[in-house]
Antibody, heavy 119, light 108 residues
Framework: QVQLQESGPSLVKPSGTLSLTCAVSGASISNNYWWTWIRQPPGNGLEWLGEIHHSGISNYNPSLKSRVTISVDKSKNQFSLNLDSVTAADTAVYYC????????????WGQGTLVTVSS | EIGLTQSPGTLSLSPGERATLSCRTSQSIGSSHLAWYQQRPGQAPRLLIFGTSSRATGIPDRFSGSGSGTDFTLTISRLEPADFAVYYCQQYGGSALYTFGQGTKLEI
């Protein structure tokens, strides 16, 4: 069973960089899965941020493309999110997720981590 | 970007009743590209249905999905107390690749 666990700072200052890591267990990051970040502002819906394949292919939400980077660390079996130039609008619960064996949908999610952007 | 509109925004029902949730896309999508999730308070979303009508592992057969083109439906027969949650549809395709509907809150 694939398990995902997010980690990183819970508070980021405006104009700073939000950095999160997702540790993967129960599967290899080199599996033919897409590794993804999704966020949910408090009381609101879900927003797809982007995804990466172990081959290095990545795709991003155009609304955030210039600010977001997702990377893979095969040696640690984890992947990471960097979001630059954050504002209060980036305050959200951030989830890592993966398709696993499900095509075009996310069968496995981390528990989520709340990141607040505030001075 | 392909938009998704879920209706109703809130659905008030009782245990034992049948729930019908709608998801409409702004463009026609392939049947393999539509999924449904359940999110309980304080929890991550859980995949219920993928490929329009296939149940994810461990999902009871009270949950069923249907539809094609731009109109998709999630049906929950014989509601149980644990089913009262927020439900999201999700599609694959378009410039943002994956987008979610705004959610339907199923309340008692």
């Amino acid at each position: 069973q694939v398990q995902l666990q997010e980690s990183g700072p819970s508070l980021v200052k405006p104009s700073g960089t939000l950095s999160l890591t997702c540790a993967v267990s129960g599967a290899s990051i080199s599996n033919n899965y897409w590794w993804t970040w999704i966020r949910q502002p408090p009381g609101n819906g879900l927003e797809w941020l982007g995804e990466i394949h172990h081959s290095g292919i990545s795709n991003y939400n155009p609304s955030l493309k210039s600010r977001v980077t997702i990377s893979v660390d095969k040696s640690k079996n984890q992947f990471s999110l960097n979001l630059d130039s954050v504002t209060a609008a980036d305050t959200a619960v951030y989830y890592c997720a993966t398709t696993g064996t499900y095509s075009y949908s996310y069968g496995h999610w981390g528990q989520g981590t709340l990141v607040t952007v505030s001075s | 970007e392909i938009g998704l509109t879920q209706s109703p925004g809130t659905l008030s029902l009782s245990p034992g009743e049948r729930a019908t949730l709608s998801c409409r896309t702004s463009q026609s999508i392939g049947s393999s590209h539509l999924a449904w999730y359940q999110q309980r308070p304080g929890q991550a979303p859980r995949l219920l249905i993928f490929g329009t009508s296939s149940r994810a592992t461990g999902i009871p057969d009270r949950f069923s999905g249907s539809g094609s083109g731009t109109d998709f439906t999630l049906t929950i027969s014989r509601l149980e107390p644990a089913d009262f949650a927020v439900y999201y549809c999700q599609q694959y395709g378009g410039s943002a690749l994956y987008t979610f509907g705004q959610g339907t809150k199923l309340e008692i």
